[in-house]
């Protein structure tokens, strides 16, 4: 990342195995539930990606890594609801298994640095903390091991 970039990183800590931790990301319905109402996602390389995750920008991106139960990374296409950029931005989840959980990192990268990206910047790094708050209270409380897809 350049110094003309700026990224986030979130962790959260999941109480739950990682086939439900990758369902709730991976499946369109669960995906809708804990990410933003009209989220879509085809789980697959060469899929994509489309949520509005701040509730004001409807994003859509290009899965280029997709490794079941592992990552799921998201390039991000170019909307012109944003200002224009030369950086590509993308969103990496991580799934670490552990004893107990999941833990589930996302690594964000690519937002420019200039000042009219200040907004969005922070409107998208704290609604993605936000959103891993939900995917952890939804994936804990709501989903059962039958649910996994």
């Known amino acids: 990342m350049s110094d003309k970039e700026r990224g986030y990183a979130h962790r959260v800590d999941v109480l739950a195995e990682a086939p439900l931790v990758w369902s709730a990301l991976t499946d369109s319905t669960h995906l809708a539930r804990w990410c933003s109402p009209g989220a ?88 993605w903390q936000a959103a891993l708050t939900r995917l952890k209270v939804y994936v804990e409380k709501q989903l059962k091991p039958g649910d996994a897809s």
């Open 40 to 127: 879509h996602i085809r789980a697959r390389p060469g899929g994509s990606f489309r949520a509005s995750v701040d509730r004001v920008t409807e994003f859509e991106a290009h899965i280029d890594v997709c490794e079941p139960l592992r990552r799921l990374r998201l390039v991000y296409l170019p909307t012109a609801e944003l200002p224009p950029a030369e950086s590509v931005m993308i969103d990496d989840f991580i799934l670490d298994p552990v004893t107990g959980g999941t833990i589930v990192r996302l690594l964000g990268s690519g937002v420019p640095a200039g000042g009219q990206w200040d907004t969005q910047y922070w409107r998208l790094r704290t609604s």
